[in-house]
């Protein structure tokens, strides 16, 4: 290449000359030189007659020899960038000092992809023509990748549809420089335990099986990708040819240090047919840690043994990890559930401001579990639920779980709430000050399914505020746990509760009126209507000298169909109970008086 490179430079500077010449022996010249440099030379010299000028510095076009140089150094750049892999044979016979050195010398057997990456020296990418249609390479150890920009492509492989064909068996890659891409590669290790090991590089990962031949058929592992210090990667892409598949192990994806790092379009515990495929002493399938603005989207996680997607930071909090639009515990087709136990866990670390949203999660134990984690927020996920909100699919012990070591954490926002169906819990609140609000609980997004759970939301740690929500055919609606004074319950609509609406003792239906001074709910006995205005007669029993404000909602419902709303004009009615002190009040409610007509028979309030 430099001896390209100088002659073509001397040619340059030789074909420049000096034209100095009077104005009469300027054509005899001219018409000399123009047999060699054609029209420019002409043109020039002509503009030179015509101005009168003494003398010239005239640059002829190429000529032949100096495009012939060009020529060559192009070629040889084309060659120098890309190496094609020729066998899958696992030897090193040709001289691998740098690509050029082995297309000179490939040792009379062509190139194998342990000699391609050793050679490339300078980002080059290699490409496959290893007959046609699948080859399998077996590593007799680990292969790695030191050159940095290094490109292996697997989608050159003649014969390639969309799948990978280009099979990595016994041995797995590790990459220890930044910007190497991997492409449509069938990778898996049972000699290492870790088809892929990236460690303290950039990274990208696109259309590649892990843990799986080319074939589809699974191949057990311990792990098969491990990421440790890998920022501003890229797992997956959104075309379905860039989709990874990898299998389940004890660890699917591993991923420490990772800030900046998009994982989309990628499968895991699945084949690459999107049927689920367990495997033994599965901890996560993936497992994030110690990172800063991650995003996880558009992902199908098995979550089959544990969890789906386990968040975790031991050091120093890591802030904006979004987890959005994946399905979790169910097929990519969104109709089998595979989810065994949290879909979700954000746990053991110092993590700040984790958004998921959007999501379909289904689990036999817990959706999504929060604790020891700050400012998270669970918006506008369904649980529980097929995508469309019309099966339940499971949801064994709660839809979230939130625990109490969990700070500032919301669950649902106005228009933007979870839906949940089926299970023990909708919602279960342990740590303090959590907002519960416009969340839909035991029904789909048309509110006619039955998605019924004994308990809507449970609240167990103090100052939580539950609001906004709907709550259907549950046992219980809202369960506040004994002893809790200080939650917020307001504005939500309950409706079809088997048991209570709202219990705010966690011990059902009292018996004796008001023990221990937490009342069960007004009872209207009779209602007068008169004109425009309604009057109200009828009991609460509640504590002693306490006030309670009765809100006052006009229902429009049918089973299947419901929706409630304040009568916004109105203040609350307040009823002080009396009587002796230590006794409990059994107070009648009279004429509590509302301006607009309502039901005209007696009516259980909740």
């Given at each position: 290449?430099?001896?390209?490179?100088?002659?073509?430079?001397?040619?340059?500077?030789?074909?420049?000359?000096?034209?100095?010449?009077?104005?009469?022996?300027?054509?005899?010249?001219?018409?000399?030189?123009?047999?060699?440099?054609?029209?420019?030379?002409?043109?020039?010299?002509?503009?030179?007659?015509?101005?009168?000028?003494?003398?010239?510095?005239?640059?002829?076009?190429?000529?032949?020899?100096?495009?012939?140089?060009?020529?060559?150094?192009?070629?040889?750049?084309?060659?120098?960038?890309?190496?094609?892999?020729?066998?899958?044979?696992?030897?090193?016979?040709?001289?691998?000092?740098?690509?050029?050195?082995?297309?000179?010398?490939?040792?009379?057997?062509?190139?194998?992809?342990?000699?391609?990456?050793?050679?490339?020296?300078?980002?080059?990418?290699?490409?496959?023509?290893?007959?046609?249609?699948?080859?399998?390479i077996v590593l007799s150890s680990v292969?790695?990748?030191?050159?940095?920009?290094?490109?292996?492509?697997?989608?050159?492989?003649?014969?390639?549809?969309?799948?990978?064909?280009?099979?990595?068996?016994?041995?797995?890659?590790?990459?220890?420089?930044?910007?190497?891409?991997?492409?449509?590669?069938?990778?898996?290790?049972?000699?290492?335990?870790?088809?892929?090991?990236?460690?303290?590089?950039?990274?990208?990962?696109?259309?590649?099986?892990?843990?799986?031949?080319?074939?589809?058929?699974?191949?057990?592992?311990?792990?098969?990708?491990?990421?440790?210090?890998?920022?501003?990667?890229?797992?997956?892409?959104?075309?379905?040819?860039?989709?990874?598949?990898?299998?389940?192990?004890?660890?699917?994806?591993?991923?420490?240090?990772?800030?900046?790092?998009?994982?989309?379009?990628?499968?895991?515990?699945?084949?690459?047919?999107?049927?689920?495929?367990?495997?033994?002493?599965?901890?996560?399938?993936?497992?994030?840690?110690?990172?800063?603005?991650?995003?996880?989207?558009?992902?199908?996680?098995?979550?089959?043994?544990?969890?789906?997607?386990?968040?975790?930071?031991?050091?120093?909090?890591?802030?904006?990890?979004?987890?959005?639009?994946?399905?979790?515990?169910?097929?990519?087709?969104?109709?089998?559930?595979?989810?065994?136990?949290?879909?979700?866990?954000?746990?053991?670390?110092?993590?700040?401001?984790?958004?998921?949203?959007?999501?379909?999660?289904?689990?036999?134990?817990?959706?999504?579990?929060?604790?020891?984690?700050?400012?998270?927020?669970?918006?506008?996920?369904?649980?529980?639920?097929?995508?469309?909100?019309?099966?339940?699919?499971?949801?064994?012990?709660?839809?979230?779980?939130?625990?109490?070591?969990?700070?500032?954490?919301t669950v649902g926002r106005p228009g933007?709430?979870?839906?949940?169906?089926?299970?023990?819990?909708?919602?279960?609140?342990?740590?303090?000050?959590?907002?519960?609000?416009?969340?839909?609980?035991?029904?789909?997004?048309?509110?006619?399914?039955?998605?019924?759970?004994?308990?809507?939301?449970?609240?167990?740690?103090?100052?939580?505020?539950?609001?906004?929500?709907?709550?259907?055919?549950?046992?219980?609606?809202?369960?506040?746990?004994?002893?809790?004074?200080?939650?917020?319950?307001?504005?939500?609509?309950?409706?079809?509760?088997?048991?209570?609406?709202?219990?705010?003792?966690?011990?059902?239906?009292?018996?004796?009126?008001?023990?221990?001074?937490?009342?069960?709910?007004?009872?209207?006995?009779?209602?007068?209507?008169?004109?425009?205005?309604?009057?109200?007669?009828?009991?609460?029993?509640?504590?002693?000298t306490t006030q309670y404000d009765i809100?006052?909602?006009?229902?429009?419902?049918?089973?299947?169909?419901?929706?409630?709303?304040?009568?916004?004009?109105?203040?609350?009615?307040?009823?002080?109970?009396?009587?002796?002190?230590?006794?409990?009040?059994?107070?009648?409610?009279?004429?509590?008086?509302?301006?607009?007509?309502?039901?005209?028979?007696?009516?259980?309030?909740?």
């Open positions: 290449r430099f001896g390209c490179l100088v002659f073509l430079l001397f040619s340059q500077f030789s074909a420049v000359w000096d034209c100095r010449c009077s104005q009469q022996s300027l054509a005899g010249t001219v018409g000399t030189a123009s047999t060699m440099a054609g029209p420019f030379l002409r043109q020039q010299a002509a503009r030179n007659s015509a101005g009168g000028r003494a003398s010239c510095w005239v640059l002829p076009t190429l000529s032949p020899w100096w495009l012939l140089a060009g020529v060559l150094v192009l070629s040889t750049r084309a060659v120098a960038s890309t190496v094609t892999v020729t066998n899958n044979n696992d030897v090193v016979n040709g001289d691998t000092t740098s690509v050029l050195a082995l297309l000179a010398s490939d040792g009379g057997d062509g190139v194998s992809l342990r000699e391609a990456v050793l050679a490339a020296s300078n980002g080059e990418e290699i490409r496959f023509a290893i007959g046609s249609g699948t080859a399998t292969l790695p990748v030191n050159t940095a920009g290094t490109t292996i492509n697997g989608t050159t492989q003649p014969g390639y549809a969309g799948s990978p064909i280009i099979e990595v068996s016994t041995y797995g890659l590790t990459v220890d420089v930044e910007d190497v891409t991997i492409k449509a590669l069938a990778i898996h290790s049972t000699g290492s335990g870790v088809a892929l090991y990236v460690r303290e590089a950039r990274f990208t990962m696109l259309g590649c099986w892990l843990g799986f031949k080319a074939s589809g058929s699974h191949v057990a592992s311990s792990r098969h990708v491990i990421m440790s210090g890998a920022p501003n990667s890229v797992i997956g892409g959104p075309d379905p040819s860039e989709r990874n598949v990898i299998a389940s192990a004890i660890v699917s994806l591993t991923m420490l240090s990772i800030s900046g790092t998009v994982v989309q379009n990628t499968w895991i515990g699945f084949n690459p047919s999107g049927v689920a495929k367990p495997a033994s002493g599965v901890v996560s399938d993936m497992h994030v840690g110690n990172s800063d603005n991650v995003l996880i989207t558009n992902c199908v996680l098995a979550a089959m043994s544990s969890e789906g997607i386990r968040v975790v930071s031991a050091i120093n909090p890591q802030r904006n990890v979004t987890i959005s639009n994946n399905y979790i515990g169910l097929d990519p087709n969104g109709t089998v559930a595979t989810g065994a136990h949290s879909a979700i866990q954000i746990v053991a670390g110092k993590y700040e401001d984790v958004i998921v949203e959007n999501n379909v999660i289904v689990s036999s134990h817990v959706g999504i579990e929060v604790d020891k984690s700050t400012g998270v927020q669970l918006v506008g996920n369904t649980i529980g639920l097929n995508p469309a909100q019309t099966i339940v699919l499971a949801n064994a012990t709660a839809g979230i779980l939130v625990q109490p070591n969990a700070v500032s954490v933007q709430g979870n839906i949940i169906g089926g299970g023990q819990s909708g919602i279960v609140v342990q740590a303090i000050g959590v907002d519960v609000i416009g969340n839909t609980i035991g029904t789909g997004a048309s509110g006619s399914e039955e998605f019924g759970s004994e308990t809507g939301i449970r609240i167990e740690g103090p100052l939580c505020n539950v609001s906004s929500n709907t709550i259907k055919f549950a046992d219980i609606g809202v369960a506040v746990e004994a002893g809790l004074s200080t939650a917020v319950i307001n504005g939500n609509v309950i409706l079809h509760s088997s048991v209570l609406a709202i219990d705010l003792n966690d011990d059902g239906v009292v018996t004796a009126s008001g023990v221990g001074g937490i009342p069960n709910y007004p009872v209207f006995t009779t209602t007068t209507v008169f004109g425009p205005a309604t009057t109200l007669a009828g009991i609460l029993d509640g504590a002693n809100y006052l909602y006009t229902v429009h419902n049918n089973k299947h169909t419901a929706h409630a709303s304040l009568l916004a004009t109105e203040q609350p009615q307040q009823v002080v109970l009396q009587a002796p002190p230590g006794s409990v009040s059994h107070a009648p409610l009279e004429h509590i008086s509302f301006s607009q007509q309502i039901h005209s028979r007696p009516v259980r309030c909740f």
